[in-house]
């Protein structure tokens, strides 16, 4: 009875996580046979026979008789008296198959041996779960807020599966509550000890890429290709889409009527400001739309040095640089090339590195950062606009307008 009950709590874990019959024999029989040498020193001389389904198990240990006073391993050989005890028939030099109970095995073996098997089915359960999310790895994946961390949100699947989305992969307006469901990318999967570890991604450019795929169908079809995306989460995105149909307007398509296809992406991602636009295999036309909103009057491109320099209105210089410089950053990252941004019509003007004897190093790299690159670019500037669009403090920002004003008023 006691095999049959230790086998039915056994089945429990093949039903939970869904073993099938050959994978759970096999575990069982790995468990079993650990078990023996560890109890008699030796296997090989052991025939397990196990059936699940109908809670079936059976050890039979095989020895050969010999005489009583020849005995030299008790594991693989037996008494003639002992044999006999068996069955009276039995002769020297004749094998004897013995069945050895559960309960011979000893209290202490037995509840090793039953830890050693959650543990081996854990282990399997947890491979496979490693092998399934692996190759789920780029793709969209919806979970239910489980629990809420400082830097972390537990999340569960509908299987009972953990993910992990950290706090440096949520956007930054994202606030979530227990029971929500949550959209992201599955970033990573590893295995930390046997148990695996699924991270999920909220900010990562292929999640977006990947919300085209799902809400805009001719993406889905592979009619409109998405070639690059570029964010900053939760702030500003640009996509830069391509058709293979002329007769697709692929920057249409994935905006939709008055933007209702790209609405819902808009809406998942914070209210993150989406730009779409055509992709094209001509640079200076692609620098030109990478720019939008902002008008271009015209690009000097040096392809060695990966750098741009285009020219603009006074009026349209803020709007290719953006709030924050987010528009140039992110025009920058998808074009591969730096770009500087350079006033139409201004010719006294002085760049910025002009300064460095005066302007520490890292003050003029901050300024840069926000395609403020020249004396006259900071001063039409408000410094409090400047202070926004940096991470420079007031006072370090009123220092560098002194000595860019007593540079022109000399």
């Not at 003639?80 to 309960?103: C, N, Q, R, W, Y």
């Not at 001719?218 to 391509?242: C, M, T």
């Not at 209702?260 to 055509?278: K, M």
Request: charged share 35%; net charge negative.
């Amino acid at each position: 009875m006691e095999n049959l009950a230790l086998i039915d709590s056994f089945s429990e874990f093949k039903d939970e996580k869904l073993i099938d019959r050959v994978t759970l024999m096999s575990i069982l029989e790995d468990v079993f046979r650990n078990t023996l040498k560890k109890k008699f020193g030796d296997d090989d001389n052991f025939d397990i026979i196990i059936n699940p389904d109908k809670g079936d198990l059976e050890i039979w240990r095989n020895r050969i008789v010999v005489a009583d006073d020849a005995v030299e391993d008790d594991n693989q050989e037996i008494s003639l008296t002992d044999a006999h005890k068996i069955e009276p028939d039995f002769e020297v030099g004749e094998d004897v198959s013995e069945e050895v109970k559960l309960i011979d095995l000893g209290r202490r073996s037995i509840l090793a041996l039953r830890q050693n098997l959650i543990s081996k089915i854990q282990e399997h359960d947890n491979t496979n779960i490693y092998k399934q999310f692996k190759e789920l790895v780029g793709e969209i994946y919806t979970a239910e807020v489980h629990h809420i961390r400082h830097r972390a949100v537990i999340l569960l699947d509908d299987e009972g599966n953990e993910l992990v989305l950290p706090k440096d992969k949520q956007i930054p307006s994202d606030f979530f509550r227990k029971g929500d469901n949550v959209r992201g990318i599955i970033e990573s999967v590893d295995l930390k000890g046997n148990k695996p570890s699924i991270v999920l991604s909220r900010t990562a450019p292929v999640f977006l890429e990947k919300l085209f795929e799902q809400e805009i169908p001719e993406v889905f079809d592979g009619l409109i290709s998405v070639k690059n995306v570029v964010r900053i989460p939760g702030e500003k995105a640009k996509v830069a889409v391509d058709s293979y149909d002329d007769r697709i307007d692929p920057v249409g398509a994935c905006v939709g009527m008055k933007g209702s296809r790209i609405h819902g992406i808009v809406r998942e991602l914070g209210n993150e400001n989406i730009d779409v636009i055509n992709y094209t295999t001509n640079l200076q036309l692609y620098i030109t739309r990478a720019l939008s909103p902002a008008k271009v009057t015209s690009i000097k491109i040096n392809e060695e040095t990966k750098r741009a320099e285009v020219i603009l209105k006074p009026e349209e210089v803020s709007k290719a640089i953006g709030r924050g410089g987010h528009n140039i950053r992110l025009a920058g990252r998808l074009t591969g090339y730096e770009i500087d941004v350079f006033r139409e019509g201004v010719e006294e003007d002085v760049e910025l590195s002009e300064f460095s004897d005066e302007i520490e190093a890292w003050i003029i790299d901050e300024f840069a950062k926000a395609g403020l690159d020249t004396a006259k670019s900071i001063l039409e500037q408000e410094v409090a606009d400047l202070v926004k669009r940096t991470d420079l403090e007031l006072e370090t920002i009123e220092d560098v307008v002194r000595i860019l004003k007593e540079e022109f008023e000399e």
